[in-house]
């Protein structure tokens, strides 16, 4: 008679239990972990030694963070799982810093938030784009100070409600009031909270995919879209990857494996494939980030052009 548990086992239970074939793939992890680390050591120190503003350095460095990070926790979910909440805690928060910082770097790339209105003042920002652009029946925007800072607010929120409504639903599972994978019923909260992080997650989606759509053609020469892309692989691992994990650990897939039941297994192999992947994405941040990067504008001649519309507005109104 089986006798698997939906708790996660200790370390000594585990490696009693692992198999060769469920071993070896996280060894690989581990070194492709290893090697992601390597990879950004190399990345932090061309960008220390060609990129001069210091502000632009420490965007880049945070950015291309984030694959070590997502590396390193998911190798610990792996080897000791009971430090998977702790890790899955730790990744989102710092995707969500992520996701904020690539909106505040794509602002610098006009100058500011001045600059960016002033250049994009003819254009329109798309509200009807994934993941919300068939529920909406929104028409393109102005871009405005007005829309801009709705869409701004919209990632903003992600930094907050994601990770808080994590640790919350850890807490409970420390208090044993929360069972992972059991998120269907309304039962102590977790299923609130974990509709409000869902909610959250696509609100920050949909805001920075307003803002990406609305500036990429201004920034032909910042290859915007491969960082963009980047950044959304990693959203869309970390959050959609385990929903459907999940549904299938209720079909027994993959199967009952000594004292760990198939959502306990399924966990093992979303950060497996989690390590798998961010490998995969560096490299593509890599060839995306490591390069130097032409002016888009030259930002007194940027000013200037500012200052003068700003002065001809006044001396209109005088």
Same mark, same amino acid.
């Given at each position: ?10 370390? $000594? ?6 198999? #060769?074939?469920? /071993?070896? %793939? ?20 061309? @960008? ?10 420490? *965007? ?56 960016? /209105? ?5 254009? *329109?920002?798309?509200?009807?784009? &994934?993941?919300?652009?068939?529920? +909406? ?11 801009? !800072? ?30 992972? $994978?059991?998120?269907?019923? %309304? *039962? ?24 990406? !759509? ?5 920034? %032909? ?7 963009? @892309? ?22 027994? @897939? ?14 093992? /192999? ?8 961010? +490998? ?13 990067? &032409?002016?888009? /504008? ?11 519309? =700003? =002065?001809? *507005?006044?001396?209109?109104? #005088?």
């Amino acid at each position: 008679m089986s006798n698997c548990s939906n708790e996660f086992p200790t370390t $000594g239970v585990l490696y009693d239990e692992l198999t #060769v074939g469920e /071993l070896v %793939p996280g060894l690989i992890g581990c070194a492709l972990a290893v090697i992601v680390i390597g990879i950004y050591f190399e990345e932090i120190w061309f @960008i220390l030694h060609h990129y001069p503003h210091k502000t632009q350095r420490t *965007k880049f460095i945070c950015l291309l963070g984030l694959y070590p990070v997502v590396c390193i926790t998911s190798s610990f979910a792996v080897l000791i799982p009971r430090a998977t909440f702790l890790c899955e805690l730790v990744a989102a928060t710092y995707l969500s810093f992520c996701i904020l910082l690539f909106v505040n770097m794509i602002v610098s790339y006009f100058g500011g938030t001045k600059n960016l /209105l002033y250049v994009m003042s003819d254009e *329109k920002m798309p509200f009807r784009v &994934p993941p919300c652009c068939c529920l +909406f029946c929104f028409n393109d925007l102005p871009f405005n100070r007005k829309y801009l !800072r709705i869409a701004t607010i919209m990632v903003l929120q992600i930094t907050i409600i994601k990770p808080v409504s994590l640790f919350i639903a850890a807490v409970l599972w420390t208090d044993d009031q929360y069972t992972p $994978g059991d998120e269907s019923a %309304p *039962k102590n909260g977790v299923f609130y909270t974990n509709l409000t992080g869902m909610i959250s997650t696509i609100a920050g989606i949909w805001g920075i995919a307003i803002i990406y !759509r609305s500036t990429r053609p201004k920034l %032909p020469a910042y290859r915007i879209g491969l960082k963009f @892309i980047g950044l959304q692989l990693v959203l869309i691992f970390l959050n959609l990857q385990f929903g459907i994990i999940s549904l299938l650990a209720r079909n027994d @897939i993959p199967e009952c494996s000594g004292t760990r039941d198939s959502l306990v297994r399924g966990y093992r /192999l979303h950060h497996t494939m989690l390590v798998y992947e961010a +490998f995969l994405v560096s490299i593509l941040a890599r060839f995306a980030y490591r390069r130097l990067e &032409p002016e888009l /504008l030259s930002r007194l001649e940027l000013e200037n052009e500012v200052q003068k519309t =700003d =002065d001809n *507005k006044a001396n209109g109104n #005088v």
